[in-house]
T-cell receptor, first 115, second 110 residues
Framework: NAGVMQNPRHLVRRRGQEARLRCSPMKGHSHVYWYRQLPEEGLKFMVYLQKENIIDESGMPKERFSAEFPKEGPSILRIQQVVRGDSAAYFC?????????????FGAGSRLTVL | DQQVKQNSPSLSVQEGRISILNCDYTNSMFDYFLWYKKYPAEGPTFLISISSIKDKNEDGRFTVFLNKSAKHLSLHIVPSQPGDSAVYFCAASPGNKLVFGAGTILRVKS
């Protein structure tokens, strides 16, 4: 029973390029969350998705960032025209339901470096 | 807008002694609180949680205390072990997501 799988683990992009981060939730989990951890900071909520629906994107930057969780396949966090300030660790988490009492299970993260 | 605050960036404790990690929150609508532990280059892992209707939850060496009137919770680890050295995040739930504090680095010295 694999946990939350994220890939790539490390991604290097030059300014202006696109970054795509993928997340496969735990088996049986249909709720996916994306968090970002900037250096020396805590985890900041970005977006909460269910299959084919964005439930809460209040933490997503207004431009360049988008997320999806299609009916088939992993959830994707897409960052267009990356800038140096996007360098961070991006963590995906999943849960079986979307209530706050549920424990989120996190992946190992994708570390994005923008040159 | 820091709704969950961990004011101690780091804590150093001798092996066998008690570790106390603190967390304050501002949103009285939080109904669930959790602690996560994180090792370098890994994702956070769930440690222990407490509902807002309780004031204490215990699981082995880990106990979480909640003081709603003070909007304060703490994690007690006793006895502390070198393997407990990690970053500890306090998190609170307003319903459909978790809001995290900045974390406290715990170092347990042997």
């Amino acid at each position: 029973n694999a946990g939350v799988m994220q890939n790539p683990r490390h991604l290097v992009r030059r300014r202006g390029q696109e970054a795509r981060l993928r997340c496969s939730p735990m088996k049986g989990h249909s709720h996916v969350y994306w968090y970002r951890q900037l250096p020396e900071e805590g985890l900041k909520f970005m977006v909460y998705l269910q299959k084919e629906n964005i439930i809460d994107e209040s933490g997503m930057p207004k431009e360049r960032f988008s997320a999806e969780f299609p009916k088939e396949g992993p959830s994707i966090l897409r960052i267009q025209q990356v800038v140096r300030g996007d360098s961070a660790a991006y963590f995906c988490a999943s849960s079986p339901t979307g209530t706050g009492a549920n424990v989120l299970t996190f992946g190992a993260g994708s570390r994005l470096t923008v040159l | 807008d820091q709704q969950v605050k961990q004011n101690s960036p780091s804590l150093s404790v001798q092996e066998g002694r008690i570790s106390i990690l603190n967390c304050d929150y501002t949103n009285s609508m939080f109904d669930y609180f959790l602690w996560y532990k994180k090792y370098p280059a890994e994702g956070p892992t769930f440690l222990i949680s407490i509902s807002s209707i309780k004031d204490k939850n215990e699981d082995g060496r880990f106990t979480v205390f909640l003081n709603k009137s003070a909007k304060h919770l703490s994690l007690h680890i006793v006895p502390s072990q070198p393997g407990d050295s990690a970053v500890y995040f306090c998190a609170a739930s307003p319903g459909n997501k978790l809001v995290f504090g900045a974390g406290t680095i715990l170092r347990v010295k042997s």
